[in-house]
């Protein structure tokens, strides 16, 4: 038996929310809430209609200073961000322990998109011969671990993970497996992701994959994922550490699940999300009918949502009960490698709150997903345990539980 590995501090910024109180009101409030909206942070051409999740209301200067600002992008600002609201939750002075037992694992898909981007114009627009001095370190998928590392002074061995969607709950994954190894006491997990671009939006737009309306995560009439941008953050400890500086424990997570579909770059398999799912509860050592609520990938394209109905049904087919499931992406957007990180978030308030909540823009029921959805409202249910599913292009697949402490 492994020690048991406890969630001590959150943090989050999304277009649900700038902080974890906001976020939490959001996510659980029945008003139709206005975090979908056409793209403001580039101008659109005529004829373009592209829509995202954008963060309101942040202002960078508010959180760090001009040197500073010269080498954080985007992505790495909402990483720091959701970091330092993660590690005050915690409580965490990491002064007062030894910082070679802590660790930063973030990740990211895509990493300094907005960087990336505004390089080339110089370049290549501009006619500019060479770009910011500090333009590689700044566009690092790896900038946001080095940054919070560097920020609160934390030396453990720290790392990126990458894998698309589930670049965060990879992240998570490989936190727990180093915690339970005894090679670290502390975990400062989670992922950042800012791409809303005018470059990047063209070339997710060429997959066909964008909605036209807004996000309707296994409504019949979904048209398609909407991109976020933001960052969530939580602290993993041992729980042994954890109690010993009388840390207020929020969760325990008990079980992780990873498995690769080895099939397609952009098509998904049912069995890959099955397998994901098979091993986190294997991993916690649970029976399916012990899951209390699915925080479902759900990204409201047709075939993803298809796929992980078929997978969620066939894993709780022999099931005494079904598990309540929602998709908060209709909230938050899809934030790409921050997804897990946020989802997972939201898992744990939903244990806390011993509510689920609901999946926005729900329309209409699609035959093709039968699951007990909720939509409209959240439900005010028991919930114990939560499993988080997270699924990537390239068929990179991550599921994890989380338990009431």
């Not at 974890?20 to 409030?29: D, K, N, R, Y």
């Not at 990336?116 to 900038?143: C, D, M, W």
């Not at 399916?288 to 709780?316: M, P, W």
Request: charged share 20%.
């Amino acid at each position: 038996m492994h020690e048991p590995i406890v969630v001590t501090g959150l943090g989050c910024i999304s277009a649900a929310g700038n902080n974890i109180e906001a976020f939490e009101e959001c996510l659980f409030s029945s008003k139709v809430q206005k975090t979908i909206a056409p793209v403001t942070l580039f101008p659109l051409s005529k004829g373009e209609n592209y829509l995202a999740a954008e963060v309101n209301g942040f202002n960078k200067s508010d959180h760090f200073n001009k040197n500073e600002l010269k080498l954080l992008d985007r992505y790495a600002q909402f990483a720091v961000v959701s970091a330092k609201e993660a590690i005050n939750n915690a409580k965490l002075n990491i002064a007062e322990h030894d910082a070679t037992r802590i660790s930063v694992i973030h990740g990211t898909s895509i990493g300094g998109q907005e960087t990336i981007e505004y390089s080339y114009a110089q370049l290549f627009e501009q006619g500019n011969k060479r770009t910011h001095p500090f333009t590689v370190p700044k566009l690092l998928p790896s900038a946001a671990t080095s940054q919070i590392s560097i920020r609160f002074g934390i030396k453990g061995p720290s790392f990126s993970t990458s894998s698309a969607c589930s670049s965060s709950g990879h992240a998570i994954a490989m936190a727990v497996l180093m915690l339970r190894s005894n090679l670290i006491d502390v975990a400062v997990v989670g992922g950042a992701e800012a791409c809303i671009t005018k470059g990047n939006f063209i070339a997710w737009d060429g997959l066909r994959v964008l909605s036209s309306d807004t996000c309707r995560p296994f409504s019949l009439g979904r048209s398609g994922l909407v991109i976020g941008e933001g960052a969530g953050t939580l602290v993993l400890e041992r729980e042994f550490f954890a109690k010993t500086r009388k840390a207020n424990i929020l969760a325990k997570i008990s079980g992780i699940g990873m498995s690769s579909d080895a099939h397609n770059a952009v098509q998904p398999l049912a069995e890959g999300a099955q397998q994901a799912m098979q091993a986190a509860l294997n991993d916690a050592k649970l029976s399916c009918d012990e899951i209390d609520y699915i925080n479902a990938h759900g990204s409201a394209t047709s075939q993803n949502d298809q796929l992980e109905s078929q997978a969620i049904n066939r894993i709780f087919a022999d099931s005494s009960s079904t598990p309540w499931v929602s998709s908060t992406k209709s909230s938050h957007g899809h934030v790409l490698g921050a997804g897990a990180a946020i989802e997972a978030i939201a898992s744990i308030l939903a244990i806390q709150r011993q509510e689920i909540p609901p999946t926005a823009n729900f329309i209409e029921t699609d035959p093709l997903c039968a699951i007990n959805l909720v939509t409209e409202q959240g439900v005010k249910t028991e919930v114990k345990k939560a499993l988080s599913n997270s699924f990537a292009f390239g068929g990179l697949n991550v599921s994890l539980i989380f338990e009431k402490y």
